[in-house]
T-cell receptor, first 112, second 114 residues
């Protein structure tokens, strides 16, 4: 079955630094990969989508890379702020029917 | 726009009771989904629907039923609640074919079965 692995340990960084989160997956590469943010007690919120033919995507302070050879995506938040503290989820559509498989998420804690 | 609305937000059920989790969206999305999220775990797909009258099983469908009579509504039914169904349930919708294919999630229903 398809697996998605994200760092289970929380990532603690200082304000202003760049946070880098990793998403690894097994088996065949999907057509696209998505990143979501989830705050405690809330539903996930979409951040970015990157397609298999795109190496990098940016949106404001966010950057996502997608390496289909390594089967890995990296999610970067530059100039991090305490408000960026949340759990970040990686999601892929292995089915081809727009049904997402989610990783367990990585909690990011940005301290002032 | 309200987006995806789930009710109730919280519910405590006794073992063997039944209930329906309601989900409605006002974005005219044809795809709708139900996920459950257990502590420290990723979201797992229970059921999904690609349009009114069409539903299909996801990864963890046992103990649940769904129906999709309209584009807007996608209720999830628990017939005989079991402690293993204690979880947070999220409904989502999307419109595949657009450039982003992002999923929009509701705020979740926290269900406890005792």
């Amino acid at each position: 079955s398809q697996k998605i692995e994200q760092n289970s340990e929380a990532l603690n960084i200082q304000e202003g630094k760049t946070a880098t989160l990793t998403c690894n997956y097994t088996n065949y590469s999907p057509a696209y990969l998505q990143w979501y943010r989830q705050d405690p007690g809330r539903g996930p919120v979409f951040l970015l989508l990157i397609r298999e033919n795109e190496k990098e995507k940016r949106k404001e302070r966010l950057k996502v890379t997608f390496d289909t050879t390594l089967k890995q995506s990296l999610f970067h938040i530059t100039a991090s702020q305490p408000a960026d503290s949340a759990t970040y989820l990686c999601a892929l559509d292995f089915s081809g029917y727009s049904t997402l498989t989610f990783g367990k998420g990585t909690m990011l804690l940005v301290s002032p | 726009n309200a987006g995806v609305t789930q009710t109730p937000k919280f519910r405590i059920l006794k073992i063997g009771q039944s209930m329906t989790l309601q989900c409605t969206q006002d974005m005219n999305h044809n795809y709708m989904y139900w996920y459950r999220q257990d502590p420290g775990m990723g979201l797992k797909l229970i059921y999904y629907s690609v349009g009114a009258g069409i539903t299909d099983k996801g990864e963890v469908p046992n103990g649940y039923n769904v129906s999709r009579s309209t584009t807007e509504d996608f209720p999830l039914r628990l017939e005989l609640a079991a402690p293993s169904q204690t979880s947070v349930y999220f409904c989502a919708s999307s419109y595949p074919g657009t450039s982003n294919t992002e999923a929009f999630f509701g705020q979740g229903t926290r269900l406890t079965v005792v």
